[in-house]
């Protein structure tokens, strides 16, 4: 999902799902990141663990890297993903499914 020299490639629902999860991946791999996605979401861990792959707790993963740009830019430096996919993910995830 890294911008190349020519046109970007496209981002598809199952593109903007990975994303989520990669992003849950990246919040939950360091206890920090972790307790405050969870304090600021008020999502619990049991629930958090009975929803992986909900639409939900995608969208609140992308939403909450979105919201702060120094961690935004960390998650696309650390995971190759451009920062504006995540805006694009969100749009996918958040629309009507195909």
């Given amino acids: 999902m890294r ?3 020519g046109k970007p490639p496209r981002l598809d629902r199952d593109a903007a799902e990975a994303v989520a999860l ?4 990246f919040l939950l791999a360091e ?4 307790a405050r996605f969870l304090r600021l979401t008020g999502i619990e ?3 958090m663990r009975a929803r992986v792959g909900s639409v ?3 969208l609140a993963v992308l939403e ?3 919201a702060d740009e120094s961690l935004l830019l960390v998650f ?3 995971s190759g993903i451009a920062p504006e996919d995540i805006g694009r993910a ?9």
């Fill in 56 to 58: 939900e707790l995608m």
């Fill in 45 to 47: 861990p049991d629930e």
């Fill in 22 to 25: 990669q992003g849950l991946s």
């Fill in 3 to 5: 911008k190349s020299a």
């Fill in 90 to 98: 969100m749009a996918l995830l958040d629309g009507p499914r195909a």
């Fill in 64 to 66: 909450h890297l979105s």
């Fill in 76 to 78: 696309a430096a650390e």
């Fill in 31 to 34: 206890q920090a990141r972790a």
